[in-house]
């Protein structure tokens, strides 16, 4: 049960983490590690257990059982220090819309024990990183998505945390800003700090160093974004554009070589077995039907693919789930 | 066919010490039975613009056509036509699956409707939980009931105001499944959402960006007036790459992601391998460089620099 930071590589460790509500497992036999200065992203369905991790590597909620250190601190014995050693921002809760930016930043720098010089010198940074120099006395309500999200991840980093959780940063927020706050966030990374991203939007999965995916609990899958999309390779994804193109899907739908398909506009995007001769079953699929094809072309598996294929894969699978 | 709504010289300006413009001079059609995004940031103009559409939220200047109909005239008779599903929905949470469509049902004065609840039950797959209080469904569960709430009248046009903000990928998905499946019967959809990625599902999308039009066309026409060429370059250090790449190329046109990065270029301009050899040439160590399409995203952020 360590009490100090320690300067290992790695920022988190966890070990099977498992928190149980009554006979319901909400986070079950969770392991992983992360290293420091990693941006790590937690995706998952709502109800599969990020929340209740989330909370647990916060020192907000006792595990059941297995452990989590998050900056050298036990989760378990030292949750108060876990707490100190992290920040927290999710980007449309985080301000006090009513108080000033200023305002905002005292409250934070308060509930942190900042002050004096310390205090001073960290708003002066918190400000500056904003963009927000003159817009001090502004209330949060009247600024515009990209300066809430500055401002809010000033707040939740004005005591340096070594470790800081990003609750679905960037929702909402139109795509230049979002840009600059993913800059924002490589160069805290490029510092050391260590960036837990949970997010539904799979755009934002793609800015991060490793993702874990959770579902029914488990972690069901852990890598890169590249490496995760390899983890389709035994389907083969194609997008198709042809006439009737939900009459095409549903008819597709039906073979047992197609796994997935979804509407793209006018076209529609179709995954199937690998080892099936998909060009020509699919054209002989919507010939029998009458329907022409006009273009069909393989495409690499986005995030969203390898989330939906993953989590159909899962439920695939017999469950000794109690819940 | 006449199209399902036309909006010419749109105008929104809230009155008040400072009135702020929240729609400008925004014309654009919505075909019959597509699917229809107005896509943008939070501010941009897409709530409020959809509302008028609807008839909650009267226009300042320009004219909304609907079905033929004049907003500002025929409103009791559009609303016929027309479903509406805000963003904050509401159920009534003590109320059953099966009572809420019910009640719905009556405020719409629809006769005859049982034969109606029962394909809606069949169709959101909301039938076995047809005696549940809706305060106990999950929240894709209430979105499903609160679609088949807005659907009981038949509406022509439905409007769907961020269907799936929060929302995780499957549930998604599963309601996308559910809305182009609503296009057979030929209903026209239209959806405000501010995800890009989700856009390009759409027939055609309008971007919106602080309260103006950009674009409205389909998502392929859109990606196609793209002036630039996009290339994805992976690596393990992405990073580091990013920072030598920023000894010749502009910042605009490098973008950084976990574990590669898009380099943007005029069309033409350069091929895959000429990117390879350039990259070798200066010793900079890659995996793979491909080119890729261009994403709505791209080109978003080249029309509002």
């Given amino acids: 049960m360590m009490m100090n930071n320690d300067t290992t590589n790695n920022a988190v460790v966890v070990e099977g983490l498992t928190k149980r509500f009554g006979r319901f497992v909400a986070v079950d036999n969770v392991s992983f590690t992360v290293r420091r200065g990693e941006v790590f992203g937690f995706l998952g369905p709502n109800g599969a257990g990020k929340s209740t991790t989330i909370r647990m590597l916060c020192g907000l909620l006792e595990p059941t059982s297995g452990s989590a250190t998050v900056g050298g601190f036990d989760v378990t014995s030292s949750p108060d220090g876990v707490k100190t050693t992290i920040g927290y921002m999710s980007q449309r809760f985080s301000l006090y819309e009513d108080l000033t930016v200023e305002q905002n930043i005292n409250f934070y720098g308060g509930i942190y024990g900042l002050e004096g010089e310390r205090l001073k010198e960290r708003k002066s940074w918190a400000i500056g990183m904003a963009g927000l120099k003159g817009k001090e006395q502004q209330l949060a309500h009247s600024l515009s998505g990209g300066w809430k999200q500055r401002l809010a991840l000033g707040c939740a980093t004005l005591h340096e945390p070594p470790i800081v959780f990003l609750d679905e940063p960037t929702g909402g927020v139109d795509p230049v800003s979002r840009r600059n706050f993913w800059d924002l966030i490589y160069s805290l990374s490029s510092r050391g700090v260590t960036v837990f991203v949970t997010t539904h939007y799979m755009d934002e999965a793609e800015h991060c160093n490793t993702i874990g995916l959770i579902y029914s609990g488990k972690l069901t899958a852990i890598g890169s974004p590249t490496e995760l999309k390899h983890k389709l390779d035994r389907y083969r994804i194609f997008e198709i554009r042809c006439e009737h193109p939900v009459d095409a899907m549903e008819q597709l739908q039906k073979q047992p070589w197609v796994v997935e398909t979804s509407i793209f506009g006018s076209s529609f995007h179709a995954s199937t077995l690998r080892d099936v001769d998909a060009f020509s079953e699919i054209e002989r699929v919507l010939a029998q039907r009458g329907i022409a094809l006009q273009r069909i072309e393989q495409i690499v598996p986005s995030l969203e693919d390898v989330f939906i294929h993953l989590i159909a894969e899962e439920d695939a699978k017999p469950h000794n789930n109690a819940s | ?305």
Wanted: charged share 30%; aromatic share 6%.
């Fill in chain 2, 1 to 305: 066919m006449q199209p399902a709504v036309v909006l010419d010289k749109l105008v929104k300006v809230f009155d008040g010490k400072t009135p702020v413009v929240a729609v400008d001079h925004v014309s654009f059609d919505v075909r019959r039975g597509e699917i229809f995004s107005l896509v943008g940031p939070d501010g941009a103009g897409k709530t409020t613009t959809i509302r008028m559409m609807c008839g909650v939220l009267p226009p300042t200047e320009g004219t909304i056509t609907l079905l033929g109909l004049d907003i500002r005239k025929d409103k009791d008779e559009i609303k016929k036509h027309i479903g509406y599903l805000s963003q904050k929905f509401s159920l009534y949470g003590d109320l059953t699956v099966d009572e809420n469509i019910d009640f719905f049902a009556e405020i719409h004065k629809v006769r005859d409707y049982r034969g109606r609840k029962e394909d809606l039950l069949q169709f959101t797959r909301l039938a076995p939980f047809r005696d549940r209080l809706a305060a106990r469904l999950s929240g894709g569960m209430k979105q499903k009931l609160a679609l088949a709430c807005t659907l009981v009248h038949a509406p022509d046009i439905i409007f769907l105001d961020e269907p799936t903000t929060g929302v995780d990928p499957v549930s998604r998905r599963d309601f996308w499944k559910i809305l182009s499946s609503l296009l057979k019967s030929g209903m026209t959809i239209i959806v405000t959402t501010p995800y890009l990625d989700e856009a390009e599902r759409s027939t055609r999308v309008a971007l919106m960006n602080e309260c103006r039009l950009l674009r409205c066309d389909t998502p392929e026409s859109v990606k196609d007036s793209f002036s630039s060429d996009v290339f994805e370059i992976t690596c393990e250090n992405a990073r580091a790459l990013r920072e030598t790449m920023k000894n010749t190329i502009s910042e605009q046109d490098i973008q950084l992601f976990g574990d590669r990065i898009h380099l943007l270029q005029p069309k033409g301009a350069m091929t895959q391998h000429d990117i390879q050899d350039q990259l070798k040439k200066q010793e900079i160590a890659f995996d793979s460089v491909r080119e890729i399409p261009a994403s709505l995203e791209d080109v978003f952020v080249s029309a509002i620099r």
